[in-house]
């Protein structure tokens, strides 16, 4: 094959695989099964190795993130990211139209834009390449976060076009669809974690986080509004648009050039309703006046441009009335309250349930059955009770008292200290409890077991064929009762047995996170899989052994020494042993690269600026020393880097144990080997 054609054939798997990875990570709409895409992938990191001078820069195989950042460095702005005054009210914007006409005459053309709900990001390019992305900060100077904004597929890590200049600075939204962030609200509330508020609390914690490849599992998207140069080839801020859309920057569509303030406020109306079907969050419309040169005439404040203003929509609210309080079990046994509500229109669709999220917004709100309550659906994709109207209370109304017994079981509920959420301790007799904890073991993240469905894991259930996980492991036995049931042949009864032979394979940190111990996601699943290398080790661990492991704490340590101290779970573990699924990670065979540090032990901690742990880890098992998973009489030496956690700090210093830097280690490394 040609190089012309080679280069055909990558540019179209880019062009395809972006797409594909936008629908899935950022929309959370698929249009393509995995397998097909990892293959499709695949074959375009083949050909990029074997061409690699014909590698795209900004290709789907480099967006996965890179190491730990030890700390976000400070970095001021060139051009300061100065804040919008803003008003709710329309009579605001004709005087500000006004006050425009009197500094510059009539003659002069608004662009109106959709004020995104996110998180505002400026974007260095030198020689068409990404150089920085800092936050907004304090408007002066802000947080260096370019590792994690590289993972975001919209925002390109090189500019092709030749029309763009050789440096210039950017400025966009970052933010997160509403279906994402459903999908990964709910992936939090099943780990029993309290869920985001809305997507803009969503967008910011994860785009502050400080590895970014943790960032680029989390789908964020990202606008584009302003473009900054030292010498501006354009007239105008809507011909600058136009230019970066077609430089390959991700620009709003929705964006209008207009001619007068009525023409902004048919704009305003018209997305007053319509934002309801984005499927992102507005929460009001800016307006810019067009022409630089007039821009530069009007001038700044000392906070704002005298030339920009944004109008923002009151959050939608209607009042409705509260007619009873339901409560949901979820997998991990997390109690949610749900307010059941009379229907009612509200932002485009009916409303009938609202969130109550624990007891503390029930005592907060001072509910009553009955009660006329205010509905709010702003920021919130969920519609949630603000206030009720007590003016409305009906006298002899009844107080809302938290649930004391599981609604589904009758078990008495858990409260632990320090914890909004009360939950239900019966795992393994709970019937929601029961089917979602299959359900999530049989997931695609867990152990993705091809055949078997919620809805066939919720059948199986009520005709008795699965109460515990390892039921799944004998219903091989069982292929009389299945042949018996309603839609489901002999074609599906060996598609699924085959799933479940298939899942065996499984590595044991997904085993680990299939299991669905509270607060164990699929990044601590891994850490504490490597950290205790297999479940026996895990089940006897102290809590002091596992917050020696990095990146698990007081309570998830407590979580996993309480699940292991069931004797229940213990008995679903063996059984699942005897199935043959793993419970120990596959050692990697390591060549040394010396010996020098054998006989050696160490505990890496903190984080530095160098090198990632994993890296530091290799190192010292290259050259034959043994990483240890807490501190304890047997450790040699401690690795400590900064923000190492206190109590580890303490252990060492009282048993003695040497604290040396990673470079201490390279030196030890590097002084054996010259010796």
């Known amino acids: 094959m040609s190089l012309s054609a080679i280069k055909e ?3 179209a798997l880019v062009l395809e695989l972006t797409q594909h990875n936008y629908n899935y990570y950022v929309l959370a709409m698929p249009t393509i099964g995995d397998y097909e895409f990892d293959k499709k992938l695949k074959h375009l990191a083949d050909l990029e190795k074997q061409n690699p001078d014909l590698a795209d820069p900004n290709s789907p195989t480099l967006r996965v993130g890179g190491d730990i950042t030890k700390n976000f460095v400070t970095v001021p702005h060139k051009y300061p990211m100065l804040s919008l005054g803003n008003t709710y009210n329309e009579q605001d914007l004709r005087d500000f139209d006004e006050r425009i006409r009197k500094a510059i005459g009539n003659q002069f053309e608004y662009v109106c834009e959709l004020k995104f709900d996110g998180l505002s990001i400026s974007l260095t390019y030198d020689n068409g390449k ?43 939204e970052i933010f997160m669809h509403k279906a994402a962030f459903l999908k990964l609200n709910a992936a939090r509330e099943e780990l029993g974690e309290i869920p985001y508020a809305n997507p803009r609390n969503f967008a910011s914690g994860t785009i502050k986080m400080q590895d970014s490849k943790e960032v680029a599992k989390r789908p964020l998207d990202g606008f584009i509004y302003f473009l900054y140069t030292d010498k501006n080839d354009f007239r105008n801020h809507w011909d600058s648009l136009q230019a970066v859309n077609s430089w ?265 996170f299939g299991l669905g111990i509270r607060y164990v996601g699929e990044t601590v699943a891994k850490k504490l899989a490597i950290g205790m290398k297999n479940i026996d080790a895990l089940a006897s661990a102290t809590i002091e052994e596992l917050i020696a492991i990095d990146e698990i704490g007081q309570r998830i340590a407590e979580s996993i020494v309480e699940y292991f101290a069931n004797k229940e779970h213990i008995k679903q573990i063996e059984l699942l042993k005897i199935a043959g699924l793993s419970f120990e990670i596959e050692e990697k065979v390591i060549e040394l690269a010396s010996d020098r540090l054998i006989g050696k032990t160490f505990v890496i901690s903190g984080v530095f600026e160098t090198y990632s742990r994993d890296e530091l880890k290799e190192m010292i098992e290259a050259n034959g020393g043994k990483i240890l998973s807490g501190i304890s009489g047997k450790l040699n030496y401690l690795v400590a880097g900064d923000n190492m956690g206190p109590s580890k700090l303490e252990k060492a210093t009282k048993l003695n144990i040497p604290i040396i830097s990673d470079d201490s280690l390279l030196e030890m490394i590097n002084k054996e080997k010259d010796s």
Request: aromatic share 6%.
């Open 130 to 172: 990404l150089l920085r992305a800092v936050t907004r900060g304090d408007g002066t100077k802000g947080d260096d976060v370019t590792s994690n904004v590289k993972t975001i597929h919209t925002i390109p890590h090189q500019i092709k076009s030749t029309q763009a200049p050789s440096n210039f600075e950017i400025r966009g």
């Open 9 to 11: 054939e990558m540019d």
């Open 248 to 512: 390959g920057f991700h620009v709003c569509e929705h964006n209008r050039l207009v001619n007068n303030i009525d023409e902004v406020l048919d704009f305003i109306h018209y997305w007053e309703n319509e934002r309801h079907n984005l499927s992102y969050d507005i929460d009001g419309i800016v307006i810019k006046v067009n022409s630089y040169a007039q821009q530069q005439e009007l001038g700044f404040t000392a906070k704002s441009p005298r030339w920009a203003i944004s109008y923002k929509y009151k959050a939608a609210e209607v009042e409705t009335v509260l007619e009873k309080v339901t409560y949901q079990v979820g997998r991990t046994g997390a109690v949610t309250p749900v307010a059941n509500l009379k229907p009612v229109l509200l932002a485009g669709t009916t409303v009938k349930r609202a969130t109550l999220h624990n007891a503390n917004e029930i005592d907060r709100l001072d509910l009553h059955i009955g009660d006329t309550v205010f509905v709010e659906k702003g920021g919130e994709i969920i519609p949630k009770i603000i206030k009720v109207n007590p003016a409305k209370r009906q006298e002899n109304a009844r107080k809302v008292d938290y649930l004391r017994n599981c609604p589904e079981c009758g078990t008495p509920l858990v409260r632990k200290e320090g914890e909004a959420v009360h939950y239900c301790p019966n795992d393994e007799g709970c019937p929601p409890q029961i089917v979602g904890k299959m359900q999530h073991f049989i997931s695609r993240r867990a152990m993705n077991i091809d055949g078997l469905g919620d809805e066939t894991i919720e059948t199986f259930h009520r005709n008795g064929l699965l109460n515990h996980i390892s039921d799944i492991y004998t219903l091989y036995r069982n292929e009389t009762a299945l042949k018996g049931m309603e839609r489901f042949g002999q074609r599906s009864i060996d598609n699924m047995l085959a799933g479940i032979e298939k899942s065996k394979e499984m590595p044991f940190e997904k085993v680990l």
